[in-house]
């Protein structure tokens, strides 16, 4: 995606579809390979007054890794903070 067409798709998913406002915290969870649209809707919501922004990259291929891989015993495991982080914006 050129620069200018994804500054204008970052400042639409922003302004309208998540409505940033002054002092929120935003988390933005997108795969590995939405990193240049990830740097561009980070810009637009510091644009915006955000205070904080976290990317948050998921990445499918490592939870396959993990299925295949894991000792079986493991794969229910999931951290206390996995969840709280999510929880935790505000």
Not at 35 to 55: I, S, T, Y
Not at 81 to 90: A, F, G, N, T, V
Request: proline letters at 9%; glycine letters at 4%.
């Amino acid at each position: 995606m050129e620069g200018q067409l994804l500054e204008r798709y970052a400042n639409l998913i922003v302004e309208v579809g998540a409505n940033i406002q002054p002092g929120q915290q935003v988390i933005v969870i997108a795969a590995p390979t939405s990193a240049p649209l990830v740097r561009a809707v980070a810009a637009e919501c510091f644009k915006h007054g955000a205070k904080f922004v976290d990317p948050w990259y998921f990445d499918p291929y490592v939870k396959r890794i993990r299925a295949l891989e894991a000792d079986p015993a493991t794969l229910e495991f999931v951290p206390r903070w996995y969840p709280k982080r999510l929880l935790d914006i505000s």
